[in-house]
């Protein structure tokens, strides 16, 4: 019988002391998922699930030694980006990938917390744009991050999408996938989709009515890494990353974290298997 691999999968992120986003909630999806976490910290934050009152960026030479150091030992199958709040951090974060070359790149391009704190400054869109999307094996921005990425007003409806993905995907590397999410559209089912320009996956999922939302895209997107490795296509390791995502916010409401915009949560499987 063949022993199945654990994928070592690296989150760079910054930090949520609530751990309901960031590193945190990566490692914990990494671990649920059957990955062994790895994490390169990009930035502090001072947040709870109601507001961000204060983020620190790690200078980019410790970011860039962090990585060096773990590279140089810790075979990487995948890595996830989320938060990076200094230009220096996206400048370094770009030169290691293009040094190390590991196989799968998922970017979230994290920009707002859901408490609607801004945690990407402006003057860093641009070397996100410039330095990292032509880097990531699958992109996963939500409606308004992907307007700002694409210099265009967000969109209201899903017939917009394949136009607005039509925008975004020449800024990255050919063969790479664009998963556009819909979850800020209204209606009673969230449409995310996915395509690479030549094929289309359209995921829907029945929307959940809960204030348990705070870190989704950090939880989606660190699944979709995780299961890169272990699945044989890009289309396949986002439908099973959506559907724990899914499960995660359902059994939310068995958490009591705070009194704001509560974690989703990653373990539950400990309690429904």
Not at 29 to 50: F, K, M, P
Not at 105 to 117: F, I, T, W
Not at 176 to 182: I, P
Request: with cysteine.
């Amino acid at each position: 019988m063949q022993v199945k691999t654990i994928p070592n999968v690296l989150t760079i992120a910054g930090v949520d002391p609530s751990g309901g986003a960031g590193v945190l909630a990566d490692i914990k999806t990494i671990s649920a998922l059957g990955g062994y976490g790895c994490g390169v910290i990009a930035a502090l934050t001072a947040q709870n699930t109601r507001a961000v009152t204060g983020v620190c960026p790690v200078p980019a030479a410790f970011v860039k030694e962090q990585l060096d150091t773990l590279f140089e030992d810790v075979r990487i199958d995948a890595v996830k980006i989320g938060m990076l709040s200094d230009e220096a951090v996206i400048n370094a974060v770009a030169d290691a990938l293009n040094r190390y070359r590991p196989r799968f790149v998922v970017l979230d391009p994290v920009m707002v917390a859901k408490s609607g704190d801004r945690l990407l400054p402006e003057n860093c869109v641009q070397a996100l744009i410039h330095q990292l999307l032509p880097l990531a094996t699958v992109l996963t921005p939500n409606l308004p991050e992907a307007a700002v990425l694409a210099q265009e007003a967000e969109i209201q409806s899903e017939e917009e999408m394949p136009a607005l993905t039509q925008k975004l995907l020449p800024k990255m590397k050919t063969g790479a996938w664009l998963l556009l999410k819909g979850g800020h559209l209204t209606g009673q089912e969230v449409p995310d989709l996915l395509t690479d320009g030549t094929d289309h996956f359209v995921y829907r999922a029945e929307r959940i009515e809960t204030k348990n939302t705070h870190g989704t895209g950090c939880t989606l997107s660190s699944a979709i890494a995780t299961l890169l490795p272990q699945c044989e296509t890009v289309p396949e390791a986002v439908e099973k990353a959506k559907k724990y995502l899914w499960e995660a916010i359902r059994y939310s409401d068995k958490l009591t974290v705070g009194h704001g915009h509560g974690p989703v949560y990653h373990f539950y499987k400990t309690i429904t298997d």
